[in-house]
């Protein structure tokens, strides 16, 4: 391969980010932007790697299915990605062959699809304890990473009857309180400890069900625990005053359970923050943003998840080391993904690099999502850093305003022995 200099004086190197848990979608029967769009926003965010979850039309039950969507994403991803498989109580008996064919993990959640969704999240349930154990089971004996929305179904069902009619704002947040995530967070991870399954807890939102996992791990559980830019950025506030164009779940939680959030952050009792990227079409979530229900929950944030994160450092919350952790050397772990998320010899040649003395409004970055104007409280962020270039093994594939590369560039990453020094 050919050698070349690339200048950097000023700026800041970085492993390029692996986010950990992404839903680009890209079937041709999904709804919204495409993987190619999608992929776009990721690596002008600096993400080289994602690792994209299994809520797509068909959804991915299945090894052969899971070996479909790995061949039809080489097409059209721009950057690199693994893939997750779904698991839930009709499709115990794939965990092997889902292994098999190369996920990065499985995805199960802990409550009930919402209505309209029940053919597909619906199929990747584990509701009561005996449907967690038997998940649980078969994540361990796979040998998979086992990826949990933790929620629990009878609180969130009990919450929504209660409060019945109340305006959708208060009736998200308080139908889906931090305590359905501690109980249900609490419950698999004492089921997954009796059965050696290797856990990793998505999104979490508050701070005492990180205690309460880190309390587990201590005692031998095999667990990981995730959460998202927004929960360390906004704050409920923004679900009072922007409705259901900030809902995710669980929900925006209060300031004060933010910084303590970043504090578990800070302390590394949380392993990884990924962006739990969705990408809705715009006049879905226009349609529905009167229905706490049915109302689209995510957001895009791919592109935005580094430059959130490096706000926290320039304001004092966090180190640079561990953004850089949280972001890539530990989802790279984790996940077993060969030659990521290190700078090091042996390693892909994935780099982010970024000014962080180039504050930049939201409104004025290259935006590629096809979502954006779904998050109209996005539009206050001014970030005191920018990406200005992005690698992906050894290629510019972004520099700082425009894609560089063609879909299909980007290679589909299977699990496999670490090299490097990560």
Known sequence: MARSNVDLDGLTLLPGVV???VHLRGSPRDAGESFAIGSAAAVAGGVTTVLEMPVTDPMVLTGS???ERGNRLSTQSIGDFALYGGLGIGNLHEAADLKGAGAVGVKTFLHRAAPGREGTLGTITAVTADQMLRVLEASASAGLVHAIHAEDDDLINFLQARHGESDPASFHLDSRPALAEQVSAVRA?????????????????SALTVDLLSFLAERGADLSV?????????????VTDFGMRARCNPPLRSSQARAELVRRLENGAIDIVASDHCSYPVDDVSRLAADPVRAPAG????QYMLPSLLNLVSEGSLT?????????FAPAQRFSLPQKGDVAVGMDADFVVVDLDE??????????SAAVENVPFFATEVYSSRVAQTWVRGTCVFDGSSIRVEPGYGRWIKPGPRGGGA
């Open 299 to 302: 957001f895009p944030g791919i």
């Open 320 to 328: 640079l080391n561990q953004v850089v952790r949280a972001t890539s």
């Open 19 to 21: 986010d950990a848990h």
């Open 189 to 205: 991870a004492i089921i997954g400890m009796a059965v050696d399954a290797k856990m990793h807890f998505v999104h979490v939102s």
């Open 65 to 67: 299915l899971l070996h």
């Open 359 to 368: 504050p930049t409004p939201f409104a004025d970055l290259p935006h590629q």
């Open 226 to 238: 995730e959460t998202a830019p927004h929960y360390v950025r906004f704050t409920s506030d923004q």
